[in-house]
């Protein structure tokens, strides 16, 4: 199965293998998945969009009022994560839940909670965007370089 | 060398015993379909520690210290201890070692660890350099998970071939005699010796998904049994009992056509092996995906119900194989494949 000389596998040989072990492996719900994640997130922005006319009805204008949902939302991920029931129905919603700010939320709560044994400073302050952090440095890497494309395009006044 | 055969099998010539035994599980083990077989079933998972880790050290030096007491043994009768887990510089065995203040060589091989430990304590008693040693091994779900994987709270969705590691320890005592403890049951249970075992060679089959620890072990499982089919000259025929250690579902069936490819009949093996991943949960109920995985789902199953099947004269002969996916936390980020392990334990009753 493997090359003499350094026991890894050869390119075809593990692309076989990996084709055999396919071919044994129950095929994931995507189906099933897309619709999940679909109605749940479906969901999710309805709610959203209810609780946004709520606070205009209000009177609240429509910049604090997407402000305060954005926050209700991440403070509702924070509280289901905490109390252990996000991964639960991250189980069931998927993408759902994942893709909304809600994930975000999560996916900072969830290390934050992890890593408490470990110290404030170390455990909580080093891991707390082990997670998140991938998605800030390359979020806000390519908002700058979109941005610079903008201003050298002369959209920026 | 006259207690070697072939390439990679041992003959332990003094048949050491297994003297005591025992196995700790998590809840959600101790409520599956091996739940009567387990010494100690928690009834929540951080057992009363602070932390995930001190509790799986705790479950490792319970169920230490339950097979020493049940071999009618102290603690200062055991010369080594030999035992491993999941962790990075093995932290559950090294705290456990502190406590127990036993002469301790920790063992690393990865899901593989229990029948590394029971190899490599056969050795010492078979050759004369110890009198008791005591093997074991442990893992739990939410150390393995935190270090392998992600935070638990973590929302995500697991494939269909994600394992799920199991919260459980298992620990044995073989003595170079059998201890007289145990005889004053009526009827006395049969004693368990420790026979042959084979050595397995790293087996990798390119596999970088780790998701997919069944499939990137299960070759490796096949290979040390054939190896070990053919340097014993033994058969499937020969052993009653054959059980892997945690390939899982889809592992499991892979071997079964690697066996059937190599010419061993899947029917005829079939009715006597099986896997400890397959064994430890109710596959729907639980939604454990590919099965269980971890150094504990295995030691559990042998130590809690094989060596009690084989007391009461229900197995005769038994090959253990637990199987190990020696990756590491970084190797899949540099792209590296899994190397898949395997090693090979005779047990005989008397």
Redesign the interface.
Known sequence: MADNTTGVPKKEMAKAYEKYAKSFTPKPTYVANCVRAFIAGGLLCILAMFLQNKLMAMGQNEKDAAAIVTIAMICAAQLLTGIGLFDSLTKMAGAGVIVPITGFANSMVAPALEYKKEGLVLGVGGKLFSLAGPVLVYGISSAVAVGILYWLIGGAK | MKNKLGKQTLVFRNKPVITGECAVVGTREGSGPMKEYFDVILDDDTYGE??WEKAESMMLKNAILTAIRKAGLEKSNIDVMLTGDLLNQLMSSSFTARDVSIPFIGLYGACSTMTQSMLMASVFVDGGFAEHAVCGASSHYCTAE?QFR????????????AQWTATASGAAVISRQPCTANNILIPAPKEIFVTYATIGK????????AN?MG?AMA?AAVDTILNHFEDTGMTPADYDVILTGDLGY?GK??AL?LFADAGIDSAKLGVRYDDCGTMLYYREKE?VHGGGSGCGCSASIYTGYLFRKMRAGEFKRALIVSTGAMLSTISPFQGE?IPGIAHAVTLETS
Request: hydrophobic share 25%; aromatic share 0%; no cysteine.
């Open positions: 602070k932390t935190r992600m935070p638990l709270e973590h929302g995500n969705q697991r494939p269909p071939s790293i087996i990798d089959t390119g596999m970088k998904d997919q499939a070759p889809i069936e892979i056509d939604d494949s």
